[in-house]
């Protein structure tokens, strides 16, 4: 069965930081690119982040870019979003995707406030 499953979402203050973590099943992990999105109510889903199969190339948009580092774990069949320095702007729901394709997970909440 093809799935993937977020965790590590929460509550934190301003300047704080979580690791979220997606894990998946049913497929070959290592031969997919994977994605983070993020999406607030009323919103698109917004592409976060991207890593290749090797995890040699990576992608951010610009308002992560130097807080947030994704990685992956071809032998955990595992990638992994670490959020450092979180602003309140970064309260979203966070769902990671199989790139190319129309797999996604449940979601995670992020909620950065005080």
């Known amino acids: 069965q093809l799935e993937l499953v977020e965790s590590g979402g929460g509550l934190v203050q301003p300047g704080g930081s979580l690791r979220l973590s997606c894990a998946a099943s049913g497929f070959t992990f290592s031969t997919y690119g994977m994605n983070w999105y993020r999406q607030t109510p009323g919103n698109e889903r917004e592409l976060v982040a991207a890593?290749?199969?090797?995890?040699?190339?990576?992608y951010y948009a610009d308002s992560v870019k130097g807080r947030f580092t994704i990685s992956r774990d071809n032998a955990k069949n595992t990638v992994y979003l670490q959020m450092n320095s979180l602003k309140p702007e970064d309260t979203a729901a966070y769902y990671c995707?199989?790139?190319?394709?129309?797999?996604w997970g449940q979601g995670t909440q992020v909620t950065v406030s005080s």
């Open positions: 890593i290749s199969t090797d995890g040699g190339t990576t």
């Open positions: 995707q199989r790139s190319g394709t129309g797999l």
